[in-house]
């Protein structure tokens, strides 16, 4: 067995080897707003629909469910199952979130892993390397992210190389926790001051080693020297529910267009990839909450479309509390979380702890 101590920063690391274009908002029957589309010489009504598909939150947009009813053509009493069959197809994914970045899946996957010229470059007081120039391209996709479903990343890569984007996939399943979860550790912004909310506790290697390309088995002790090394962030979702259906946009949302090209969030924890299911990142003590808001556009036709918005979680729940109010997920699931992402001040304890379910002890 061979240990080294390597200083990383203010850190040491123990290591041990084995589209919809809105032109106006305008009040449409009491409090319902309304986009306005051009198609040709065709102008339609987009009503914003809060909430989920239900038969009272469209005919509170709309006017009345006998309004709802003449949009789509059918009657009151069939209005909830032509809502579902609407929002179902809604749901479905149009466009993968490789290709809807345009960037390719290698550069989307090195990325992810903590690569790329968007972690590596840092901001220069001469001008050199300006998120808003080197990653235009986030800012111009955020308008769609908000109104059409991100599918998983493939970019055709899965063909030749299946399981590609392995961040996302635990056997042949994706992120069956339903905890997606980014850590940062630095910032390239000039403007941005990074501020850091984790500790880093400890990390099974082989849980990422696609990631970090790490063959032989191994793990990491992380010995901050401070608290908060690093900065996390994630969601979680029951499986079936919209969170589940728009997954992909959170992932755009959250990684990309708030922590890397609002905040300037970039570099992964040493081992870890930048972001991945739960199960491949590091134990930490802290990882804040985002979740997306549900709701829908109806146009005069009786189109129904995605109109997804994120928000902090309830009550400013951390990520292990938020899923811990999860109804759809088992006490044994949420034994797990609770595992990966431990009580503030508790890293040492779980560092021990983890050490002994291989085998070993503090001399």
Known sequence: IA?????????????????ITSVSAAKLRGSAKADIKQNGHQRR???????????????KAVGSESELAS???????????????????????????????????????????????????KETTDGEYKLSEDASV????????????FGAPDGGANEAYPGYFSNFHRGDK??????????????????????????????DLADAAKSNHIRNHAFTVYEAQTQNEAYCSGFAYDEASFGDAVKYNTLFHMAM???????????????????????????????????????????SQGNVSVN????????EKNLK?????????????????????VDEGECTAASVSFMNDRMYVKA
């Open 3 to 19: 240990s080294t101590y390597r200083p990383t920063h203010t850190m040491k690391v123990f290591t041990i080897a084995l589209s």
């Open 45 to 59: 009504h987009l009503i914003s629909v809060d909430g989920g598909c239900t038969v009272d939150n469209f005919a």
């Open 71 to 121: 949009l789509l053509g059918v009657g009151t009493g069939d209005l909830q199952n032509v809502l579902q069959d609407k929002c179902a197809e809604a749901l479905n994914p149009t466009i993968d979130l490789s290709v809807a970045l345009g960037k390719g899946p290698q550069f989307l996957k090195n990325f992810l892993d903590g690569g790329t010229t968007w972690n590596d470059n």
């Open 138 to 149: 986030i800012f111009d996709l955020e308008g769609t992210a908000k109104i059409t479903v």
């Open 174 to 203: 994706e992120c069956p926790l339903g905890v997606i979860q980014c850590c940062y550790t630095g910032s390239r912004s000039l403007t941005e001051t990074f501020t850091e909310n984790a500790e880093m506790c400890t990390m």
């Open 257 to 299: 267009k708030t922590n890397l090209y609002d905040k300037g969030y970039v570099r992964n924890v040493p081992g870890a990839p930048l972001c991945g299911c739960v199960e491949q990142m590091p134990i930490v003590d802290n990882s804040d909450c985002i979740k997306p808001v549900e709701g829908y556009k109806i146009d």
């Open 308 to 315: 997804i918005s994120w928000t902090s979680c309830d009550d």
């Open 321 to 341: 509390q938020y899923y811990d109010s999860l109804e759809g997920r088992s006490q044994t699931e949420k034994n797990f979380v609770e595992a990966r992402i």
